[in-house]
Structure formats: structure tokens, C-alpha cells
């Protein structure tokens, strides 16, 4: 999918996120290019939320076959943005 749009001035500086419901689909940081996913994440929970010493989210729900937040649309904004693909099998990538 293609999507063009012109965005105001006042945006130049700032962070933007272009989001699929609550998942990340491509960034743009100040004075760099946007960045596209072509990996999205495999649910592990290892990262969500950042910085959290427990293993695993306790939002995180196992439903049939895959994990999910329970959280839905009120997850916070950080874990929807969050990204530490540095993290051993973390499979969410952006090009």
C-alpha cells in the first residue's frame, strides 16, 4: 500500500509513528528517513514492558495460538512504540 500525505510544518522536528491499530507499522525521527517494519514481533514478552524485571508482561494472554495484550487499545503508548530488537530472537525488524 501506498500512502501519500503532506504533512504540516510543525511536525518537521517531531517523532512521528504510523500505527495499525496498536502496532507499530513505520517511524520517522527527526532529520532521518522513515523507517518501515518487515519483521513484526513474535509476542515473546521479553521486552514488554521495557525495563520490566519480571520475565514476562502480565498483560501479555496466550489466545489460541498466539500471545496478545490484554490491554487492547489501552496499552500505554510506550509499549506500542518500544523497540530493543537487540534482544536474543526478537524477530520485529524496520528497514
Do not use: H
Amino acid at each position: 500500500m501506498m500512502i501519500e500525505l503532506e504533512i504540516p510544518d510543525w511536525c518537521v522536528d517531531r517523532w512521528l509513528y504510523l500505527m495499525a491499530g496498536i502496532e507499530l507499522v513505520a517511524f520517522k525521527w527527526p532529520n532521518q528517513e522513515w523507517k518501515i517494519k518487515t519483521g513484526r514481533c513474535n509476542k515473546c514478552g521479553r521486552c514488554c514492558p521495557p525495563n520490566q524485571s519480571k520475565p514476562r508482561c502480565e498483560n501479555l494472554k496466550q489466545v489460541g495460538g498466539e500471545k496478545v495484550c490484554s490491554l487492547g487499545s489501552g496499552r500505554p503508548w510506550s509499549c506500542s512504540v518500544y523497540m530493543d530488537n537487540t534482544l536474543d530472537g526478537c524477530t520485529e525488524a524496520f528497514k
